[in-house]
């Protein structure tokens, strides 16, 4: 079956699965080149798998993104509080129908967004919010803004996302919401993580900022929980340099997320609560409107690749594609990750196992160095006058106790990724390479001790 004979849910379906039917292509082999695979590694003398190959270049733009940037120019509406029908206004209509949400609000990043939504559900000082320690610091970032406390639980190993369990442990009585972290644009177990919310009465805030388009069970990211949050800063799937939004199918919270954003000012013209001013510029509006059209086509095509890659490295023991959970229709890819097992590579270190591969013509490297839990955020807010005005000596002392997450620091030490917003836009044969490369450095695991 060819991707031409496939309808869109099939697509989708088969591609997440990894299945063959949905990845092998009528003019290259399945198992890409075995004589390439065999030869002598590049490192120590012999010919690159790859050689003076280049990836599509990311982020996207072409003449549509100069149309849209040029008019906006010249149209010296500049600010979105000009015209309710300009750039940003009309994305926010256009994003919350691609993501089958009602409502949509564009924000300055995606940092901007998810504080946006942490201040709407009246989340703050006193409070707590559970969320990954594997992630962009603007996760906690949007916590921390509101003076909440951001309670970190630890990964599943395999899908480097939120334990469900870990996340339930560490429910007390002043857990007000959970904040998943759908990592590499891949679903969170959403089943557990909504069903434990039910059941302590959580508020969800998606942050499904590397998630555009995802789907699980037939929903986009971001419309299962309470609300969603997207970055469109320059590397993600979507893009316009930095920017972010908020979908979401609740009308009067999406009002208050509107409210918050633009200052405290409501859209009947009040000022009503506190908020900072997140709002979008018009600019970054125009690009993303100039994208749009080849978007689901850009998504099809990683989910395609990335099905490809996962079929073609099931046999190495050595290198772990990420795990999707029950219930994935489909990821955005903004990273294809990979867990590196040195015990398989004759346990030469991952920096070697990378070096060789590099060699191949094929870069992968490690992701987030740390998780959060190791950064010095933590003694720095532990040791501020306000969090101990906030929050009891208790409170403070079990917190620092209950920092511990050992499968994170597993992730961080083992993750190999392919950056994917560009990369997984290339043909098929660069794909062939990919894995060709990868099973060349695996067949040669004997000769990487002379590296």
């Known amino acids: 079956m060819t991707r031409k004979d496939l309808t869109r849910r099939q697509f989708i379906a088969a591609a997440s699965a990894g299945s063959l039917a949905a990845v092998t292509s009528s003019g290259v082999p399945a198992y890409g080149n075995v004589t390439r695979k065999a030869s002598k590694l590049a490192v120590l003398g012999g010919d690159p798998v790859r050689k003076n190959k280049s990836w599509p270049q990311w982020p996207h733009w ?57 201040e709407a559900l009246g989340i703050g000082p006193g409070d707590e919010v559970i969320t990954s320690p594997y992630t962009d610091p603007g996760t906690t970032a949007s916590i921390l803004s509101a ?15 939120l334990d469900p369990d870990d996340v339930e442990r560490r429910i007390n009585k002043n857990t007000k919401a959970i904040m998943p972290v759908h990592m590499m644009g891949q679903p969170a177990d959403m089943d ?30 971001g419309t299962i929980g309470d609300v969603g949050c997207f970055s469109f800063q320059s590397s993600k799937t979507i893009a316009c340099g930095e920017g972010g939004g908020i979908i979401g199918n609740d009308e009067a919270l999406m009002d ?21 001013k ?16 080849g978007v689901v086509e850009r998504f099809k095509r990683r989910n395609e690749n990335a099905a490809y890659l996962t079929y073609r490295l099931k046999d190495i023991p050595g290198l772990t594609p990420q795990k999707l959970y029950d219930g994935t229709d489909s990821g955005s890819f903004y990273l294809y990750a990979m867990s590196y097992h040195k015990e398989h590579f004759n346990g030469v270190d991952r920096a070697t196992f990378l070096k060789a591969l590099s060699a191949e013509g094929v870069g992968l490297s490690p992701y987030i160095k740390q998780g959060l839990h190791r950064e010095p955020w933590i003694d720095n807010i532990l040791g501020s006058k306000v969090y101990k005005k906030m929050y009891s000596r208790k409170r403070l002392k079990e917190y620092r106790q209950q920092c511990a997450c050992p499968n994170c620091d597993k992730v961080c030490a083992e993750m190999a990724m392919l950056w994917a917003s560009g990369p997984l836009l290339a043909g098929r044969e660069d794909m062939v390479e990919v894995a060709d490369a990868i099973e060349k450095v695996y067949e040669n695991r004997d000769k990487l001790r002379e590296i």
């Open 62 to 118: 072409d003449e549509k993104v100069i149309d849209s940037l040029m008019k906006t120019a010249k149209s010296r509406i500049w600010c979105r509080i000009q015209s309710d029908s300009w750039r940003s206004p009309t994305f926010e209509k256009e994003y919350a129908k691609l993501m089958d949400a009602k409502f949509c609000v564009l924000t300055g990043s995606g940092t901007q967004a998810l504080h946006t939504c942490v």
């Open 147 to 161: 003076r909440a406390l951001p309670v970190l639980a630890d990964l599943d190993p395999e899908s480097y996302q």
């Open 256 to 276: 208050q997320c509107y409210t918050v954003h633009n200052h405290g000012t409501s859209r009947r013209g009040h000022t009503e609560t506190i908020g900072p």
């Open 192 to 221: 557990r993580i909504m069903a434990i919310a039910k059941k302590h009465n959580l508020k969800v805030i998606e942050d499904a900022c590397q998630a555009h388009l995802a789907e699980h069970r037939g929903r986009k990211l």
């Open 278 to 293: 997140y709002r979008m510029n018009e600019f970054e509006g125009a690009v993303l409107l100039g994208q749009l059209p």
